[in-house]
């Protein structure tokens, strides 16, 4: 019973996303004799796909990745060694109540968007999961780690 349901969990799937594939691959043929009655599109329709995968198995990692981009980017901008400690707490928060669910609303909409080309755009920057603090760097706090140091 159980290989049955898999089966068909898999046999609706490739049914879902076959409209998909094919409009990517006629759009591609289309593109080949320059005559494209579509929008043109900016991602192809693999590349969402496997976009969704990822943000849909990887948004729990996304409490993790804000504990440790919140505590580095603490400890890049505070002598305080409670600075990181904070970072942690912040990153649990934000990783758990707001990154994971976006992420995992992001790679929903991914899925159930494929062939739609209005969505071609992700919902969440950086479109994978990022370790790296960059998203964080645009903030307006002082670069160097004691701002008050050179104003005697």
Known sequence: MKKLTIIAAIIGLCGFTAPGFALD????????TQV???????KR????????????FFSPLEVP???????????DRSDN???VAGGLAEGIAMGALVYFPWRLYAGLVDLFSLWAPE???CL?????LSFSTDSLEKSKLPLDKNPQAGSN
């Open 25 to 32: 691959e006629m759009h591609l043929q289309d593109n080949m």
């Open 36 to 42: 494209s009655t579509q929008v043109p599109r900016t």
């Open 45 to 56: 329709i693999s590349e969402r796909f496997g976009r969704s995968l990822s943000n849909i």
């Open 65 to 75: 990745a804000q504990m440790y981009i919140r505590s580095k980017y603490q400890q």
């Open 81 to 83: 060694s409670f600075s």
């Open 119 to 121: 969505t071609d755009t």
């Open 124 to 128: 969440i920057e950086p479109e994978y």
